[in-house]
């Protein structure tokens, strides 16, 4: 039986890693598929507070990693495949079973991609699925973002105060979004909307990203461009739960800040409905999710 079980491996789960074991409730980490979290698939972070110049993603989430293990985290590596929220315990893929006093869940949300292998091939070096967090690498630059929903048209906003042209890649003859969104883009003069068009292919070089190849009804064209951002939708992690915890409709948890309504089990990062997710709102959240679980562990006579 652990004091305090982490699941998840991000900024969200190492800060509460760091927390959690100044505090000395001696933290486990679970960190599942991708130790680092989604900034390991992205390379330069320069919104980080306490990095003048920037800094590499991989190196921000090893130094994390490394800060949480100095003070005294264990980490397992395994994704955990299912839980039993009352009695704290969680299954691994593997079999294994753990149990705590206090659970954190930091399962983040993993970005949608199109399943092109050119789009694999420049991820970070042009394709992007985070505009607020890679935007400003294409001011004057002419971008691409793929969707047609309210994210999309949230993101080619967003972008287009950025960007010399925003071109939105939209499959359907319309957008999905809520009319005040669509009237936005629609209005903004340095957006141009492209319905019935689907992407073929990323083009680039050694340099990154140089254009795309899209398709318009059978009319295959290419598009010359610097960024391709994706807005087709995110996917919280959240399967492992079984339905223990309630859900909002986009599938992230429920949540009081970072209370659930389960007594111990607190989360926190991308994976609760918030209306930000960054490295620096993650990690608060797990510097919150640790002090509310030494708390109740304080409160419950366990610490
Ligand atoms: C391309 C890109 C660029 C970005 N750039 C920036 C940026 O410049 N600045 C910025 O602030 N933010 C940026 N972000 C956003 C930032 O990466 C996220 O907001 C942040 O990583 C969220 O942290 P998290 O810990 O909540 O979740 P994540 O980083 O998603 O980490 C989730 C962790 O949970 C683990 N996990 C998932 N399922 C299971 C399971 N079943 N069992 C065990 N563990 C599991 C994963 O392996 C992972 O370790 C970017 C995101 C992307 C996609």
């Not at 994210?151 to 042209?165: D, F, H, I, R, S």
């Not at 979004?177 to 050694?206: C, F, M, Q, W």
């Not at 089990?265 to 930000?276: C, E, I, K, P, Q």
């Amino acid at each position: 039986m652990q004091k305090c079980l982490i699941i998840g491996g991000g900024p969200a789960g190492y800060t509460a890693a760091i927390y959690a074991a100044r505090a000395g409730l001696d933290p486990v980490v679970i960190e599942g598929p991708e130790p680092g979290g989604q900034l390991t698939t992205t390379s330069l972070v320069e919104n980080y507070p306490g990095f003048k110049d920037g800094v590499d993603a991989t190196i921000l989430m090893t130094d994390m990693r490394a800060q949480a293990e100095r003070l005294g985290t264990k980490f397992v590596r395994g994704s955990v495949r299912s839980c039993d929220l009352e009695a704290k315990s969680v299954t691994l893929d593997g079999g294994e079973s753990l149990s705590a006093r206090a659970l954190i869940i930091a399962t983040g949300a993993a970005a949608k991609y199109l399943g092109l292998p050119s789009e694999r091939q420049f991820r970070g070096m042009g394709v992007s699925a985070c505009a607020t967090c890679d935007g400003f690498f294409y001011r004057g630059r002419i971008v691409a973002v793929v969707g047609g929903g309210d994210t999309a048209c949230e993101e080619a906003m967003y972008l287009a105060g950025l960007a010399k042209e925003v071109h939105m890649i939209v499959r359907k003859p319309f957008l999905r979004a809520s009319v005040a969104n669509r009237k936005r883009v629609e209005e903004t003069p340095n957006i141009t909307i492209h319905y019935e068009t689907v992407t073929k292919e990323i083009l680039g070089d050694a340099s990154g990203v140089t254009g795309v190849k899209l398709d318009h009804n059978g009319e295959v064209f290419d598009m010359s461009l610097d960024g391709f951002f994706l807005a087709i939708g995110r996917h919280p992690n959240t399967e492992f739960l079984g339905g223990q915890l309630e859900l909002d409709a986009n599938g992230y948890i429920v949540s009081d800040g970072v209370l659930t309504s389960k007594p111990g089990v607190f989360v926190a990062g991308d994976v609760r409905n918030t209306d930000f997710r960054q490295a620096i709102t993650a990690a608060a959240d797990g510097c919150r999710a640790a002090l509310e679980a030494e708390k109740y562990l304080k409160n419950n006579d366990q610490a």
